[in-house]
C-alpha cells in the first residue's frame, strides 16, 4: 500500500543529518524548472557560488557539486590525487575513515595516522610523520567529525602542512554555516560540505572550494581521474565562464541552496555562529543536570554534535527508537567503534533551536523513567 | 544583485532536459525532512524501488543513485568493470561518447563500435566484433541516443550479446517512462536512467536497476571499484534489507520521484507511451509542413527528441536563443559531430503536451519570419 505524503510524520531531526529543511527553502524548491545552460539559470549560479565563496570566506572557485557530502569528499580525492601520489592523512572517527577508503581506492600512496576518537587529533604526529616524507602532495583532516563529536583546531595542521608545501584538503560537512572556517587564513585547498546539515537545505548537494593551485594540480595531471562524474576540471568548465555543458544540474536543489545562503547571510555568519554553540552550551548544561557523560572537553567540543554516553543498564537504541516512535524526535546513534557505546545529539542549521533542546531533554527524561531508569 | 524567485521565468522545456516537472511533484518535495533510517522513509525507499522496477518491467534490485543520469552511468562502469576487464561499446552518438569516455577511465580494456551518428547502430558491427573476442565481460547500448534523437532497437542486441555469454548494460536516460522497455525479456544486466526526462521529476536521481548476476559479479571483484560514493554494492546494501548508511540520501528528491512515478502509473504505461508517440508525431508533421528535413526515419526516431537540420543560411543559436528570450521556450542545440548543425526538440515527460508543440511551431514561424527566412 502507498503512503500518502499527508501521513509521513513531522520529525524533530536531532541526529546527524538530515537536519530540518527552512520552509523557504522548500518553498523555492517548488519553482518550475529552468534549462542548465538557461541564462536565467547562469545568474542563480553565478548567486550560490557567490555565496558559497562568502560562506568559506575565500576568493577561491566555488561550486555546489550534484552529489551529498561524500561526493565532494570523491571529487577531492579522485581529482586531486593520481595513483601513487603521496597522501598524509589525520584520521580519528568513522568519517576520517571513509576518507581513507577513498584515498585508497584511487590508487594513491596514503600514510595513514590514526588518533584516539573522540579527542583532538594531536598536531605534533602530523609534523613527525611529515619530517619523515620528502613529496608529499596532500594533507587531510576533518574540521568537525560528526561520529566523535570532535571539533579539530585547523590553524596548526595547516600551518605545518604549508611549511612542507603540501596541499591541504578539509571535511567541513559538519561545520560549515555553524562554526567559523576561514579557507584563505588557513590556505585550504580543497574543502567541501554538504546541503543538509548547518545550511538548511536538503541533501544532494555539497558546495566546495577549489584553490588556485588545486586546480592547476588537476589541470596538469598525467592521468585522467577515474570519475569523470566528479572530476572537478569538467565541473569548474560549467561553473566557470566557459559554461560547458557536463551534466544536468539538480535545478530544484539549487534552487534550494540559493535560498538557504541567503537566509545564512540574513542571520549574519557571527549570530549564527553564536546561536549553535548556545544551544549547544544548552543541550550540554541540561545533560549535565541529568547525570550524563558527554565525549569531550573545551574547545574541542562540536557545537554541531553533542556525544552522550550512553550510560550502564540502558538500552541506547530503544531509547533513540522510543524517542522518535513517541516523541517524533530522531536522535543520532553510534558510528563505528562508537556503535552501541554513544548517542549523537545534533544540532545543526534549522534544527538549532532552544526550544528543540527542551523538548529533547524533557522527551529523553520521560523515556529514562519509562525504562525505570534512576535519574 | 540577488535576484527573487518571483522573477525567475516560467519556461516551456522542449529541449534535451530538464523538461518540465508536475506541479505535483514540486509539491511533494515541499514535505520536511525525514532521517536517512528513519522506518517512515524506509517505506518510501521500498515504494521508489518497488515503482522503478515496475517501469522497468523488470524483478531485479532497484534503486535510485544520488546523482544525475551521468552519475547512473559511472555506477555502471566502475562498479561492473575492473581494469583490464574488456568491454565492447556499440558507439553512436555523444552519449556514447561519454559511455567509452567512463569505460576508459575505470582502465577497462575497451573495444569501441564506431558507427554513423543519426542511424540506429547496425547489429551486424557487434555479432562480427564478438567472434574475435572470447573473453568479452560486458556489452553497452543507448537505447534512446539524446544527441541524435535515435531509438536503438535492443532485441538483436541482446541476443547477440547472450549468446556470446556477456553482460548487457543500456543507457534508458532518454526513454525510461516514455518509451517500453523491457529489461527482463531483453536480459538487460544493468539499466539507468534519470529523474529528469520522461518520469516528469527534476534532474538529481538516477533510477537503476541491477541484475543478480550483475551483482554477483560485482560481489567476486578482485579490487575494490574506485568510486566508492558510486559502488553499487554499497547502495543496494542501504536499499536492501540490510539498510547500512551509505550517505545522506537526498531526502526531498525522493519524495518527488515517489511522487513523480505514482503519477505515471496513474496515466499507464500504454497511455503514456501512446502520448510521447502522439504528439512526436504532430511535431514531425508540423515541421515537415514547414519544409524542415529531420534526421531519421522510421522505427528509429526516437519519440523524446527530434532533431531538426537547420536550414542553410539560417542561424541556428540565434533561432533558439530568440525563442528562449521571446517566447519562453527552449530547444536544444546540436552536440559533438552535430553542434550547429541541428536543432533537437525535446517532448519528455511532462514536457510532452500538444498544446507546447502547437506553440513551438507557431513560435519558430514567428522568429524565422522575422528573420526573412522564407517558408
Chains 1, 2 share one sequence.
Not at 58 to 81: D, R, Y
Not at 95 to 104: G, I
Not at 292 to 315: A, M
Request: charged share 20%; net charge negative; hydrophobic share 40%.
Amino acid at each position: 500500500m502507498l503512503k500518502n505524503d499527508s501521513e509521513l510524520p513531522p520529525r524533530i531531526l536531532l541526529g546527524p543529518g538530515p537536519s530540518m529543511a527552512n520552509a523557504r527553502v522548500l518553498d523555492a524548491m517548488s519553482h518550475s524548472m529552468l534549462g542548465y545552460l538557461d541564462p536565467d539559470f547562469m545568474v542563480v549560479l553565478d548567486e550560490i557560488s557567490d555565496l558559497i565563496a562568502r560562506l568559506y570566506k575565500t576568493k577561491n572557485l566555488a561550486m555546489a557539486i550534484p552529489g551529498t557530502g561524500s561526493a565532494g569528499m570523491e571529487a577531492g580525492f579522485s581529482s586531486l590525487l593520481e595513483p601513487g601520489d603521496k597522501v598524509v592523512m589525520c584520521l580519528y572517527g568513522h568519517f576520517c575513515e571513509r576518507m581513507f577508503e577513498m584515498a585508497t581506492r584511487v590508487g594513491a600512496n596514503v600514510v595513514p595516522i590514526r588518533a584516539q576518537w573522540g579527542e583532538p587529533f594531536p598536531e605534533e604526529l602530523l609534523e613527525n610523520e611529515l619530517k619523515n616524507h620528502a613529496d608529499v602532495k596532500l594533507v587531510t583532516a576533518i574540521h568537525g567529525e560528526t561520529s566523535t563529536g570532535i571539533c579539530q583546531p585547523l590553524e596548526n595542521i595547516s600551518s605545518i602542512t604549508k611549511e612542507h608545501g603540501a596541499m591541504l584538503m578539509v571535511d567541513a560537512v559538519t561545520t560549515l554555516g555553524g562554526t567559523d572556517l576561514d579557507v584563505d587564513k588557513l590556505s585550504i585547498d580543497y574543502a567541501y560540505s554538504a546541503s543538509q546539515k548547518c545550511l538548511g537545505a536538503p541533501p544532494g548537494l555539497s558546495p566546495v572550494v577549489v584553490s588556485d593551485e588545486a586546480m592547476a594540480t588537476i589541470l596538469s595531471r598525467k592521468t585522467k581521474p577515474y570519475s569523470w562524474y566528479l572530476d572537478l576540471s569538467l565541473l569548474a568548465n560549467y561553473w566557470n565562464e566557459r559554461r560547458i555543458y557536463h551534466h544536468t544540474t539538480p535545478v530544484s536543489m539549487m534552487f534550494g541552496i540559493r535560498e538557504a545562503l541567503n537566509i545564512i547571510f540574513e542571520e549574519g555568519l557571527e549570530n549564527r555562529f553564536a546561536r549553535h554553540e548556545k544551544n549547544a552550551e544548552i543541550l550540554r548544561s541540561g545533560l549535565k543536570s541529568m547525570q550524563f557523560d558527554l565525549l569531550g572537553s573545551g574547545k574541542s567540543r562540536l557545537n554541531q554534535i553533542t556525544p552522550v554516553i550512553i550510560p550502564p543498564g540502558v538500552d541506547g537504541n530503544e531509547v533513540a527508537d522510543q524517542l522518535l516512535r513517541e516523541f517524533n524526535i530522531e536522535i543520532g546513534k553510534g558510528l563505528g567503534d562508537f556503535a552501541g557505546k554513544i548517542w549523537r545529539i545534533g544540532l545543526m542549521g534549522e534544527s538549532s533551536q532552544t526550544e528543540y533542546v527542551f523538548a529533547f531533554l524533557s522527551a529523553l527524561e520521560s523515556v529514562l523513567i519509562h525504562q525505570e531508569f534512576p535519574l
